[in-house]
């Protein structure tokens, strides 16, 4: 506002001193230099400073106002922060040191200070593991997608010497039995040394990452190993080939060898085609205290992209929805946001505007630590779920996932009960997750990766925080146990059902499905009791878009005039995922059945008992369009 001073909160820099700034580090008359206006990452346009900038490391580490830059990343990269919006790498070289570690530019190195050593060190190559987030011990195995973000995990030891070596390595394309082009750098660990670029190009600096080599290297340590992202052009379907090398002779820190008979390791592999999973993803809203809730931008993005880096795809397409719930002045249970979903599943799918294997999923914000949604779908298998998502600091069965991969737990959640519509049950761990897969071949409590007490499989997880290498204690995401992560069974479990769903004759014969006079029925039964309630029923001509479930003890009767039967239509109640032991849940009524012309009343019962009826008007409704 023009002729008011403005407050000023510490460390902004003016080119001139119109402003009068008189903060803690303020600097009036600065020398700014800033480049134009421009796209350089993040949600803004923002200006990189030049050489020569005062705003470069002008706030003390320990006054950064921020722990990342916009375009998220860490803050400082340097000794200080940089002022703005942007973190800045100046584009001239600074004097090197020679013996101990420094920064160059905003990056922390350490200097090629070549050891001596007096037993000349062995490096051997050991083993080439793929991954994709999951992968067993021989390094392959685990189906590999194609088109998904793929690692290439290099363990190295040291078999002979004194002092542990620090070296880096390559890896090649093999073509035709040859290296073929630029071979790749090892990906960067966070919180490491670098070693000195061994080439300097411009204002870009390439560093090279570095291992130290241990004699007993523990391969739950990320620092343990090399690893390499491969270019997705690599990732096509089909074969590939590659190569690695440990301490290559062509780079400058390259240490001598007793020998370098094992430095190198090749490996071949196949990518295949997997089917693009859909989702159609439902913010529902509700009311807590008269105070609407619903998920937040950070959640809803979370839940998609844990579900990429650990679901065996590599194409997901989301689509956002709402489910408005706030009539109901609570916060729903699942199977009342199941059975919303339910309408949504019927009328899109009816209508064309999804395709038959798309998901459906409400994702429920928890209001506080006591008001939450406990999560389920509507069976296994199906294409319904849906589950609760907030602050992993509000819940006991959360708290693991505090610091983890992001700001909510929804994420793994939502993992959890969508697999249950891929087919998936429960996993046994705490010993209390019902309806439990007994083929389910880890062991140690429904772990990753031990089975007969040996480490089988290790996971592996690229998130904003960096890499991670979750090991084979880790639990299946279909477990109740904390620090959880998905197992092979599980992965390739899904996969197999993504591939069966979307095979041309499955899609075939629901596209070509007959239309035919349907009713479609929803409600609930309660074991104890028992009980039912009649819900909302439609009368369609439709294809059949719902599957039936399995004959059970009830059944939907269509009742005549007299009381005459004229058709009874067995079926089981839609199963409580998470609890399916309870007798006093009401479970959900998903059914739709052939009308039989002459109905005049639709029952639920059991045995001789009636437990719900709904009267069938003997008129077609008139409906009048008025606007």
Same mark, same amino acid.
């Given at each position: 506002?023009?002729?008011?001073?403005? /407050?000023?909160?510490?460390?902004?820099?003016?080119?001139?001193?119109?402003?009068?700034?008189?903060?803690?580090?303020?600097?009036?008359?600065?020398?700014?230099?800033?480049?134009?206006?421009?796209?350089?990452?993040?949600?803004?346009?923002?200006?990189?400073?030049?050489?020569?900038?005062?705003?470069?490391?002008?706030?003390?580490?320990?006054?950064?106002?921020?722990?990342?830059?916009?375009?998220?990343?860490?803050?400082?990269?340097?000794?200080?922060?940089?002022?703005?919006?942007?973190?800045?790498?100046?584009?001239?070289?600074?004097? &090197?040191?020679?013996?101990?570690?420094?920064?160059?530019?905003?990056? &922390?190195?350490?200097?090629?200070?070549?050891?001596?050593?007096?037993?000349?060190?062995?490096?051997?190559?050991?083993?080439?593991?793929?991954?994709?987030?999951?992968?067993?011990?021989?390094?392959?195995? $685990?189906?590999?997608?194609?088109?998904?973000?793929?690692?290439?995990?290099?363990?190295?030891?040291?078999?002979?010497? *004194?002092?542990?070596?620090? *070296?880096?390595?390559?890896?090649?394309?093999?073509?035709?039995?040859?290296?073929?082009?630029?071979?790749?750098?090892?990906?960067?660990?966070?919180?490491?040394?670098?070693? *000195?670029?061994?080439? %300097?190009?411009?204002?870009?600096?390439?560093?090279?990452?570095?291992?130290?080599?241990?004699?007993?290297?523990? +391969?739950?340590?990320?620092?343990?190993?090399?690893?390499? +992202? %491969?270019?997705?052009? !690599?990732?096509?379907? #089909?074969?590939?080939?590659?190569?690695?090398?440990?301490?290559?002779?062509?780079?400058?820190?390259?240490?001598?060898?007793?020998?370098? @008979?094992?430095? @190198? =390791?090749?490996?071949?592999?196949?990518?295949?085609?997997?089917?693009?999973?859909?989702?159609?993803?439902?913010?529902?809203?509700?009311?807590?205290?008269?105070?609407?809730?619903?998920?937040?931008?950070?959640?809803?993005?979370?839940?998609?992209?844990? =579900?990429?880096?650990?679901?065996?795809?590599?194409?997901?397409?989301?689509?956002?929805?709402?489910?408005?719930?706030?009539? &109901?002045?609570?916060?729903?249970?699942?199977?009342?946001?199941?059975?919303?979903?339910?309408?949504?599943?019927?009328? %899109?799918?009816?209508?064309?505007?999804?395709? $038959?294997?798309? +998901?459906?999923?409400?994702?429920?914000?928890?209001?506080?630590?006591? *008001?939450?949604?406990?999560?389920?779908?509507?069976?296994?298998?199906?294409?319904?779920?849906? #589950?609760?998502?907030?602050?992993?600091?509000?819940? /006991?069965?959360?708290? !693991?996932?505090?610091?983890?991969?992001?700001?909510?737990?929804?994420?793994?959640?939502?993992?959890?009960?969508?697999?249950?519509?891929?087919?998936?049950?429960? $996993?046994?761990?705490?010993?209390?997750?019902?309806?439990?897969?007994?083929?389910?071949?880890?062991?140690?409590?429904?772990?990753?990766?031990?089975?007969?007490?040996?480490?089988?499989? !290790?996971?592996?997880?690229?998130?904003?925080?960096?890499?991670?290498?979750?090991?084979?204690?880790?639990?299946?995401?279909?477990?109740?146990?904390?620090?959880? !992560?998905?197992?092979?069974?599980?992965?390739?479990?899904?996969?197999?059902?993504?591939?069966?769903?979307?095979?041309?004759?499955?899609?075939?014969?629901?596209?070509?499905?007959?239309?035919?006079?349907?009713?479609?029925?929803?409600? @609930?039964?309660?074991?104890?009791?028992?009980?039912?309630?009649?819900?909302?029923?439609?009368?369609?001509?439709?294809?059949?878009?719902?599957?039936?479930?399995?004959?059970?003890?009830?059944?939907?009767?269509?009742? #005549?005039? #007299?009381?005459? $039967?004229?058709?009874?239509?067995?079926?089981?109640?839609?199963?409580?995922?998470?609890?399916?032991?309870? &007798?006093?849940?009401?479970?959900?009524? %998903?059914?739709?059945?052939?009308?039989?012309?002459?109905?005049?009343?639709?029952?639920?019962?059991?045995?001789?008992?009636?437990?719900?009826?709904?009267?069938?008007?003997?008129?077609?409704?008139?409906?009048?369009? /008025?606007?």
């Amino acid at each position: 506002m023009m002729g008011v001073n403005p /407050t000023s909160l510490g460390y902004n820099q003016i080119s001139d001193a119109s402003c009068a700034l008189a903060g803690t580090g303020d600097v009036p008359n600065a020398a700014i230099a800033l480049a134009p206006l421009a796209d350089n990452g993040g949600p803004t346009q923002s200006h990189l400073a030049v050489v020569g900038s005062s705003t470069v490391d002008a706030i003390p580490a320990a006054n950064c106002a921020a722990a990342i830059d916009q375009r998220a990343l860490p803050r400082p990269q340097g000794p200080n922060c940089d002022t703005g919006a942007v973190e800045e790498v100046p584009t001239t070289q600074p004097p &090197l040191p020679v013996s101990q570690p420094y920064y160059l530019g905003k990056l &922390l190195v350490r200097p090629i200070n070549l050891p001596i050593f007096a037993i000349k060190p062995n490096i051997a190559a050991t083993q080439l593991e793929i991954t994709q987030g999951i992968q067993e011990a021989d390094g392959l195995g $685990v189906t590999l997608v194609a088109g998904k973000r793929t690692f290439v995990r290099f363990h190295v030891r040291k078999t002979n010497g *004194v002092a542990n070596p620090v *070296v880096g390595a390559r890896l090649w394309r093999i073509v035709n039995g040859q290296r073929s082009g630029d071979p790749i750098l090892p990906s960067a660990r966070p919180s490491l040394y670098y070693f *000195v670029p061994f080439r %300097l190009g411009g204002a870009k600096y390439i560093v090279d990452p570095t291992v130290t080599v241990l004699s007993s290297p523990d +391969r739950n340590a990320l620092a343990d190993s090399f690893f390499f +992202r %491969l270019p997705d052009s !690599w990732t096509a379907a #089909g074969s590939l080939t590659v190569e690695a090398e440990v301490n290559p002779t062509f780079l400058p820190n390259a240490v001598d060898e007793s020998t370098r @008979t094992d430095n @190198t =390791l090749r490996t071949s592999f196949s990518f295949v085609d997997t089917p693009r999973m859909i989702l159609r993803l439902f913010s529902v809203r509700y009311k807590n205290n008269g105070t609407v809730i619903t998920p937040t931008e950070t959640q809803l993005r979370e839940v998609e992209d844990w =579900l990429r880096r650990a679901y065996p795809i590599s194409r997901l397409t989301v689509i956002r929805d709402t489910e408005d719930m706030t009539n &109901l002045n609570r916060i729903p249970t699942c199977d009342e946001v199941n059975g919303r979903l339910f309408w949504d599943n019927l009328f %899109l799918k009816w209508a064309g505007i999804d395709a $038959v294997p798309t +998901r459906y999923f409400g994702l429920v914000a928890d209001a506080s630590s006591s *008001v939450w949604m406990r999560g389920c779908a509507a069976d296994i298998p199906s294409f319904i779920a849906s #589950g609760p998502t907030g602050d992993p600091n509000n819940h /006991t069965f959360s708290s !693991w996932d505090k610091n983890n991969d992001g700001e909510s737990f929804g994420d793994w959640y939502t993992g959890h009960e969508l697999a249950h519509t891929w087919g998936r049950s429960h $996993v046994t761990c705490r010993g209390d997750e019902l309806g439990a897969d007994a083929g389910y071949p880890m062991g140690e409590s429904g772990s990753i990766g031990r089975r007969n007490s040996q480490n089988q499989y !290790w996971g592996f997880d690229i998130y904003l925080r960096g890499p991670i290498v979750y090991p084979p204690t880790w639990k299946d995401v279909m477990t109740y146990c904390d620090n959880q !992560w998905i197992s092979a069974y599980t992965y390739e479990g899904i996969r197999n059902r993504l591939v069966s769903e979307n095979t041309p004759a499955a899609l075939a014969s629901m596209a070509d499905a007959p239309l035919a006079d349907y009713l479609v029925v929803q409600g @609930t039964v309660t074991p104890a009791g028992p009980a039912a309630t009649l819900d909302l029923v439609y009368r369609l001509t439709a294809p059949a878009a719902i599957a039936n479930s399995a004959p059970g003890p009830y059944a939907i009767r269509l009742v #005549g005039a #007299g009381g005459s $039967v004229l058709a009874n239509y067995p079926f089981t109640p839609r199963v409580d995922t998470e609890d399916p032991a309870d &007798l006093n849940t009401p479970l959900l009524v %998903l059914e739709q059945v052939p009308f039989v012309a002459g109905t005049q009343q639709i029952q639920i019962v059991t045995g001789s008992s009636v437990l719900a009826t709904r009267a069938v008007s003997a008129n077609a409704p008139t409906v009048a369009v /008025t606007a």
